[in-house]
């Protein structure tokens, strides 16, 4: 097959390791940065070029979309659908992922187990807002924060109420989150593929930090998950129409819920930590999947 795969930087661990298991499969890998690719909206003949030169001939893409350029990043992804490419994870999944608020009323509406959320936009509702999920300590998040960046633990209600209003005073769009102390700065990441959870791994927040991402100098180790956060990490891809996603989830007194659903997740700490060949089993699912016209949404919506 050929396989194109969009990404910024060629040189990305998850990139990098994407390209090689691919290769050694025997297909042929085109990395393409997503930001240099344009396009040729025609009714009888959509097309993407690259440095000069039409795109086609591509049996799958496997779009690795950063957060700041989901906007762009899936209109390109959108002419592939366009052109009868089949991708790894289809434009809509994906802006239906990152719109944050919009993931959690999706996830919310099937019954997937949440933290109690809250969201407003008037400072007026403050004290309200902070009740309603509980008082504090409470988790307040920027809706376009990735990497744990945005998130602020408010210990105590008044410690709450300030920075609420600091970030509505930046007009920033935010969400209240009760805080799982039972969680004890840790969560689990399943990353799905297809209808199955293929590796996970615990990610422990440092001493003193309540944020567990690695690159927030979380540490990451093994773990064994139940069958209930299994099927909570896979129903949770699927509602968001994901076929790869990373899905963070905590370990609450009250079962499973879900922090996060992640449709470009890193390879480079569940690849360390678990031992697994992701990037292989990745390159698998599209071998198995990738027909011309399977995408489900054509690039609509």
């Known amino acids: 097959m050929k396989i194109a795969v969009l990404s910024r930087n060629p040189r990305l661990y998850s990139t990098r390791r994407l390209v090689e298991a691919g290769q050694q499969r025997g297909h042929e890998m085109v990395v393409i940065d997503t930001l240099r690719a344009y396009m040729n909206i025609a009714s009888h003949k959509p097309q993407i070029h690259y440095r000069g030169q039409a795109m086609d001939g591509f049996d799958a893409v496997i779009p690795r979309i950063g957060a700041s350029v989901t906007f762009y990043g899936c209109a390109v992804l959108r002419q592939f659908e366009m052109m009868g490419v089949y991708?790894?994870?289809e434009s809509v999944a994906i802006s239906r992922s990152r719109d944050k608020l919009r993931a959690l009323q999706l996830l919310s509406r099937k019954g997937i187990g949440l933290p109690v959320t809250g969201f407003a936009h008037s400072p007026d509702d403050i004290p309200d807002l902070i009740q309603?999920?509980?008082?504090?300590p409470?988790?307040?998040k920027v809706l376009e924060g990735t990497q744990g960046m945005g998130v602020v633990l408010a210990e105590t209600h008044k410690a709450?109420?300030?920075?609420i209003e600091a970030f509505l005073g930046l007009k920033q769009d935010i969400m209240v989150q009760?805080?799982?102390?039972?969680?004890g700065g840790a969560d689990i990441r399943c990353f799905v593929v297809g209808d199955k959870v293929?590796?996970?791994m615990k990610r422990q927040a440092k001493a003193g930090e309540f944020r567990s991402n690695l690159h927030r100098g979380g540490s990451a180790s093994l773990i064994k998950i139940t069958p209930e956060e299994r099927m909570t990490?896979?129903?949770?891809?699927?509602?968001m129409g994901l076929n790869v996603a990373g899905v963070d989830i905590l370990r609450s007194n009250h079962g499973p819920l879900v922090m996060e659903v992640n449709s470009s997740p890193g390879l480079e700490g569940i690849e360390t930590t678990t031992g697994k060949d992701v990037a292989g089993m990745i390159i698998q699912y599209l071998e198995k999947n990738a027909e011309p016209g399977q995408t489900r949404t054509k690039g609509r919506g």
């Open 87 to 89: 991708p790894l994870n």
């Open 132 to 136: 309603m999920v509980g008082g504090a």
């Open 138 to 140: 409470l988790v307040i």
């Open 160 to 163: 709450a109420e300030s920075v």
């Open 178 to 183: 009760e805080y799982i102390q039972e969680a």
């Open 198 to 200: 293929i590796a996970a």
């Open 233 to 239: 990490a896979v129903r949770a891809a699927r509602v």
